[in-house]
């Protein structure tokens, strides 16, 4: 009978050495679920600051855009502009030299200077 009673008690103390361990498990658990949690929440807070940035910067891009636009054709005009005084530079050099040229042959005609 005392062996009987040794080895219930024994069982006894594996039970609660077992639900003792099976509290703690459910502590780590439950604290594990807490940390998992907040960190939720800080995403989430974060994702929300994010998006309202960027509401921010969408309606900031969509105030310059007439800046934008206006700044897109003043370049096409300085680049128009920029064509057209090379190629009035081209002409303005021909007619220079044509210009050279005809005071050079009257020069060399009549031994005088050009009038």
Do not use: C
């Amino acid at each position: 009978m005392e062996v009987e009673i040794a080895r219930f008690d024994e069982r006894l103390k594996s039970i609660e050495r077992m639900l003792s361990e099976v509290v703690a498990s459910q502590k780590e658990a439950s604290e594990g679920r807490r940390r998992g949690y907040e960190a939720q929440e800080r995403t989430e807070r974060e994702v929300i600051g994010i998006n309202h940035r960027l509401s921010a910067v969408e309606k900031s891009v969509e105030a310059i855009r007439p800046t934008t636009l206006e700044l897109e054709r003043v370049r096409d005009r300085v680049i128009f502009a920029g064509s057209l005084g090379k190629a009035m530079w081209g002409i303005g050099k021909a007619l220079l030299s044509a210009a050279a040229g005809a005071a050079a042959a009257w020069y060399a005609m009549t031994g005088r200077p050009p009038p």
